[in-house]
């Protein structure tokens, strides 16, 4: 069982930055690809970003691309990723997950575990 606890969310102005972290409990968090999703109002779970196992690959979504950048260090068992040029759209709580898979899914039904979110809030 892998335990994730998201950390970093808070309130930015638009046109801001903000970095949000993930840290798991597990030390076979290395053996794990990782992804990251938020979740507006009314809406549903959005896929970000997704990290393999060693980093070497990354995969962004739409909304995600040229602002985000998600990486890992797998010495501190910590997922991250990193905002800018953020607008009120972005505003949602930010989930990371877990697969034991080593290929990197955008889809949210290939994670195995969740961390409890973050509320990332960007005003106008």
């Known amino acids: 069982q892998v335990q994730l606890v998201e950390s970093g969310g808070g309130l930015v102005q638009a046109g801001g930055s903000l970095s949000v972290s993930c840290a798991a409990s597990?030390?076979?968090?290395?053996?794990?690809?990782m992804g990251w999703f938020r979740e507006a109002p009314g809406k549903e779970r959005e896929f970000v970003a997704a990290?393999?196992?060693?980093?070497?690959?990354?995969f962004y979504g739409d909304s995600a691309k040229g602002r985000f950048t998600i990486s890992r260090d797998n010495t501190k068992n910590t997922v991250f990723l990193q905002m800018n040029s953020l607008t009120p759209e972005d505003t949602a709580v930010y989930y990371c997950?877990?697969?034991?898979?080593?290929?990197?899914?955008?889809?949210?039904?290939?994670?195995?575990?969740w961390g409890q979110g973050t509320q990332v809030t960007v005003s106008s």
């Open positions: 997950a877990a697969q034991r898979n080593p290929q990197p899914s955008i889809t949210r039904f290939a994670y195995d575990y």
């Open positions: 597990e030390r076979t968090f290395s053996s794990c690809s």
């Open positions: 990290i393999s196992r060693i980093g070497g690959y990354t």
